[in-house]
Nanobody, 123 residues
Framework: QVQLVEAGGGLVHSGDSLRLSCAASGPAFATYAMGWFRQAPGKEREFVSA????????YYADSVKGRFTISREYAKNTVYLQMNSLKPEDTANYYC????????????????WGQGTQVTVSS
């Protein structure tokens, strides 16, 4: 069973930066990609970003492209989401997840999920 633990959320002002981390433990073979999703109050969970582990190909939602960067630190088995130029509309609970499936934009593709970390951006 893969376990994912997110950290790094917090309360920031518009324009600030945050870096989220997702530490993975447990059997990770055949994991195709790691992804980040977010869910704002009253809204459905949405795709934010993903990283295909073997190829290094990255994927971003249009709303975060150019502001967020996903990366991986192999030695720590950790995936990061660097979030710059944060906006109030980025306020949400952020989740990391892992998938064996190439459909990285689809929430249904992901098998393992972290507990989430809250990001709040004030205007």
């Amino acid at each position: 069973q893969v376990q994912l633990v997110e950290a790094g959320g917090g309360l920031v002002h518009s324009g600030d930066s945050l870096r989220l981390s997702c530490a993975a433990s447990g059997p990770a073979f055949a994991t195709y990609a790691m992804g980040w999703f977010r869910q704002a109050p009253g809204k459905e969970r949405e795709f934010v970003s993903a990283l295909a582990l073997n190829s290094g190909i990255t994927y971003y939602a249009d709303s975060v492209k150019g502001r967020f960067t996903i990366s991986r630190e192999y030695a720590k088995n950790t995936v990061y989401l660097q979030m710059n130029s944060l906006k109030p509309e980025d306020t949400a609970n952020y989740y990391c997840a892992s998938t064996y499936n190439v459909a990285v934009h689809s929430e249904a593709s992901y098998k393992y999920w972290g507990q989430g970390t809250q990001v709040t951006v004030s205007s």
